[in-house]
T-cell receptor, first 112, second 112 residues
Framework: EAQVTQNPRYLITVTGKKLTVTCSQN?????MSWYRQDPGLGLRQIYYSMNVEVTDKGDVPEGYKVSRKEKRNFPLILESPSPNQTSLYFC???????????FGSGTQLSVL | RKEVEQDPGPFNVPEGATVAFNCTYSNSASQSFFWYRQDCRKEPKLLMS???SGNEDGRFTAQLNRASQYISLLIRDSKLSDSATYLC?????????????FGTGTQLKVEL
């Protein structure tokens, strides 16, 4: 089954404790992206990647890191989480950018 | 001015009603347009792409007006199951690359 797999689904952590949210897709997509969704602000892009070893900042990259060492994986890293990073996070992938964007099921992160 | 703007709603309509949403975008060089549906706290899913000539998929009709820089979504014969948030997505040219930007969404509630 074609899918984007995100883990974990829920995560509660404390300020400053490094964490990684994993994202994997099995569709051989070149493009992958991370979004955060907050009430009243909609989906905002954090980072995206056009292909392996090619990553770029989105609208809200501060406090986040990503890597794209393999085509299928695009982890999101919070080196030192802060409470303002409490949010619902989505990973997504697609083939050429104009085509359908496939989303993971989301990660609800709470930073205390 | 936001790059992509939507009326947040909620639009409360009776079952069977026809409802229309608009979405405006600021960059006249935008290349492609989509409507996504999102159920509460779940991942967005592509509802339909929006073509210059307009397109229809069952009860759903999407239109693009490049001159006025807006897209629309019309839902006929609303069902209870249409209750969701509808996200307008625009592919904007930014910094020489393509970039998908999401509106904050319009909430629809279909009632008996």
């Amino acid at each position: 089954e074609a899918q984007v797999t995100q883990n974990p689904r829920y995560l509660i952590t404390v300020t400053g404790k490094k964490l990684t949210v994993t994202c994997s897709q099995n569709m051989n997509h070149e493009y992958m992206s991370w979004y955060r969704q907050d009430p009243g602000l909609g989906l905002r892009q954090i980072y995206y990647s056009m292909n392996v070893e090619v990553t770029d900042k989105g609208d809200v990259p501060e406090g986040y890191k990503v890597s794209r060492k393999e085509k299928r994986n695009f982890p999101l890293i919070l080196e030192s989480p802060s409470p303002n990073q409490t949010s619902l996070y989505f990973c997504a992938s697609s083939r050429p950018l104009n085509e359908k964007l496939f989303f993971g099921s989301g990660t609800q992160l709470s930073v205390l | 001015r936001k790059e992509v703007e939507q009326d947040p709603g909620p639009f409360n309509v009776p079952e069977g009603a026809t409802v229309a949403f608009n979405c405006t975008y600021s960059n006249s060089a935008s290349q492609s347009f989509f409507w996504y549906r999102q159920d509460c706290r779940k991942e967005p899913k592509l509802l339909m792409s929006v073509y210059s000539s307009g397109n229809e998929d069952g009860r759903f009709t999407a239109q693009l007006n490049r001159a006025s820089q807006y897209i629309s979504l019309l839902i006929r014969d609303s069902k209870l199951s249409d209750s969701a948030t509808y996200l307008c997505v625009v592919n904007l040219l930014k910094g020489g690359g393509n970039k998908l930007t999401f509106g904050t969404g319009t909430q629809l509630k279909v009632e008996l």
